[in-house]
């Protein structure tokens, strides 16, 4: 499995993913999952990718030279040259397709799902940015204030934190240890993600970053989020009352009459009616 | 889809579960999914059930007078005098074979996948509380020491905190408060479950329970727990150093070089290698 998120916030992207790959519990494997593009003062992109690894891979070679042309005499255009994210997405979208005419139907033969999910920004000069996620078939949509993140893969676990937290204000550090919480519980729920994760931050108007890391659990600013997160949340879990069945006692009841809601009523013999 | 948890403990038994039934988004409904059995003295149980509704209302239906025989002469079993919680999930197994010979063969046709999942606990005298998690097809595991919780339904956004807080020595309420928080994230995160919600605590050798509640979204209790968590995990969040990418100015640096996992190296060219 995999599990990666990418943000948008008014104050430049934010980019995690994990690095475990497997097939079946049996089969586990460290493939990175993230590609930085980056022509310094002209255009950076990131591209996140899960699903089948083949594909992904396929995906992210051909990339690299496929180009889009809007009719036979149209120049033709590339991730490196494009005008405007968009374009770079729909090359994108079109390299997916590219991928799929060459191998879906010897996959489909094989029982194998075509299945390939992507997380694409960044920012070219002269357009503001933008994060887009791009399905299996080419198609693709894009972040926006009110949903500022994506993400692909193992998303359920991680995604509580991203909903309390994430706003486009949000500072870009804290949502970097916004997604780096959502990956730590992702990982202490599911074994097939795992480390070392790649970080990349871009702050807007830039058009390049150094901020890159790799991150393994070894890495002091990993281990600390981990084990504060960890024993933070049980104190504050610690810190709510308890219920209290017996009314009298307590300020905030569990068994209340609102009228609308009864509590069950218990089955005792065999014959009663449940409903 | 539905949401729900059952946990056994040294001290008894927590059941927890949403009402929200719905058949695409556009088809949403209220239907409860406990089934609380008692037979003060003698035995209690309970049962939540989660998938196709028609499935698990059968289920419920049948399992009132559902009989297990081992052989044509044997004395017949149901939920009401069998002597063991064993015995009584090998009835409840059977009763969903049962409602499978009769639909599955009309759902398959309708494209229908022949789905339900069931939790089912309780105790009876003479014996210590058992826990099950019976599947689709009448098969069932038991909760152990080292897993004291089955959840059905949507259960993921909910785990983390049930795997952070829960052990066999964990006090009843806390399993409630837990549980209650494990609602709380799942209900955050899927509009598909959501309230009023059934509690029912058990006191181990007790036979019988009062303790049964059924909390809509004005409950006191749950309007403190739900506003409290949100506000003190977002606390805690706070509290984190965010990362700092300047070695020099951080106990905790974010970029370290352990010799094992390299930062991911740009791509600048169209021509460059990615592997």
Known sequence: ???????????????????????GVDN????????????????????????????????????????????????????????????????LGQTVRHVYDRDAEALKFAGVEFNVSLIFGGQIRGEPMRLFHVYSAGNFIEATAETPYFQIGESKYGKPVLDRVLTPDTPLDEAAKCALVSMDSTMKSNLSVGPPLDLVVYDVDRFETDKIACLDMNNPYYRMLHSSWGQKLRDVFDSLDDPVWDDAHTETPLKVDTGRSK????????EERLI
């Open 263 to 270: 509590p069950l009523k218990k089955i005792s013999r065999p």
């Open 1 to 23: 499995m995999t599990y990666g998120v990418g943000i948008k916030l008014n104050a430049g992207l934010v980019f995690l993913s994990d690095s475990r790959t497997n097939a």
């Open 28 to 91: 586990i494997s460290t493939f990175r999952k993230m590609i930085v593009y980056e022509k310094p003062g002209d255009r950076f992109m990131v591209l996140l990718s899960a699903g089948n690894l083949s594909i992904s891979q396929s995906v992210r070679e051909i990339l690299q030279v496929e180009q889009l042309k809007e009719h036979e005499e149209a120049e033709p255009v590339t991730i490196w040259n494009v005008r405007s994210m968009f374009d770079a997405a729909r090359v």
